[in-house]
């Protein structure tokens, strides 16, 4: 199965939903080691799984990922609970005002996931330019978020395809292995 049928599978996956309780139970244990670190978290829309209980109890600052452009990588403006303004793409994001921060840990939205960390999203490659950037530079542990329905036997990698560092499910985390 080429991506675009893997992914209309997973995304009709994720419209069934899960066990939001228990994926916010084991988002906030996966979450723990990473103290006070900057945490990307996002704005849930479309059926995602909601992380937004975890990006609250998160001890250090807060961020949202913002669309500069097509096909340029995500930047990150702090949350500090303020109302936000509509992004594209049905995006929402922390207004201008609020300062643009480089995150550490990554909660990342997806449409399907495989057991070696590979991951779909919506393709316009905004979150594999975004990690190649962050791991660049430094370093980031990417946390998939997704709902068990939306695994997939096997995603085929493409070269420029980031990987995740761990996969938080309603049936708890999955560490990658190749
Ligand atoms: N909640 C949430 N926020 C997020 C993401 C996400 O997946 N979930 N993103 C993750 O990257 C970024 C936004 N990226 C997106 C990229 C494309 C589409 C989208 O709807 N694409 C159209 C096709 C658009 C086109 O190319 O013309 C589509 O799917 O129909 C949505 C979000 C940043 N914020
Ligand atoms: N680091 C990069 N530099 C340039 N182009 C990239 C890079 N990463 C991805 N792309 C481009 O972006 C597109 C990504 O497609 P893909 O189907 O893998 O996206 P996705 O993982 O589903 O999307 P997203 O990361 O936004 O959730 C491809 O067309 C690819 O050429």
Request: proline residues 11%; aromatic residues 6%.
């Amino acid at each position: 199965m080429d991506k675009a049928a893997l992914r209309a599978r997973a995304l009709a996956a994720r419209a069934l939903g899960g066990d939001q309780e228990a994926l916010s139970r084991h988002l906030m244990a996966a979450l723990a080691p990473h103290g006070t670190e900057v945490l990307s978290g996002y704005w849930p829309m479309r059926g995602e799984p909601d992380p937004r209980a975890a990006m609250l109890a998160h001890a250090g600052p807060v961020c949202l990922p913002v669309v500069p452009g097509k096909a340029v990588p995500l930047v990150f403006r702090q949350w500090d609970g303020e109302a936000l303004v509509p992004g594209p793409f049905g995006t929402s994001h922390p207004p201008d005002s609020q300062p643009i921060l480089t995150p550490t840990v990554l909660i990342v939205p997806l449409a399907g996931f495989d057991r070696r960390g590979n991951r779909i999203g919506y393709g316009g490659g905004y979150y594999d330019r975004t990690l190649q950037l962050l791991r660049e530079t430094g370093d980031v542990t990417a946390i998939g978020l997704a709902f068990g329905v939306q695994e997939l036997l096997e995603i085929p990698a493409d070269p420029y395809d980031q990987p995740l560092d761990l996969i938080v499910t309603d049936g708890g985390a999955i560490q990658p292995r190749p």
